[in-house]
Nanobody, 117 residues
Framework: QVQLVESGGGSVQPGGSLRLSCAASGIALSMNALGWYRQVPGKERELVAR???????DYADSVKGRFTISRDSAKNMMYLHMISLKPEDTAVYYC???????????WGQGTQVTVSL
């Protein structure tokens, strides 16, 4: 049974930073495409960052230069390091894994990130 569990969300002030983690079980993250998505109420879930199976990374324009996606194959974890956070980054963040691309079949439960004064 595949399980993805996010952690690391919280409340920060604008300009602050957070690192989200996603722990995987039942699946080898090194063999999958990986992604971080976010969603706010009333809007569709959007892709924030992804890593392809070959290791190439890609970011939404709104987070380029501020967010970094990474994975640790030895620990079977993926991360999203976020700096210079803005109020518009407030959302529930989800990790995702797919055999060939994202969005794939496997989602975490989500972790809330709130950026406000």
């Amino acid at each position: 049974q595949v399980q993805l569990v996010e952690s690391g969300g919280g409340s920060v002030q604008p300009g602050g930073s957070l690192r989200l983690s996603c722990a995987a079980s039942g699946i080898a993250l090194s063999m999958n495409a990986l992604g971080w998505y976010r969603q706010v109420p009333g809007k569709e879930r959007e892709l924030v960052a992804r890593i392809t199976r070959s290791g190439s990374v890609d970011y939404a324009d709104s987070v380029k230069g501020r967010f970094t996606i990474s994975r640790d194959s030895a620990k079977n974890m993926m991360y999203l390091h976020m700096i210079s956070l803005k109020p518009e980054d407030t959302a529930v963040y989800y990790c995702n894994a797919g055999r060939w691309s994202v969005p794939g079949a496997h989602w975490g439960q989500g972790t809330q990130v709130t950026v406000s004064l």
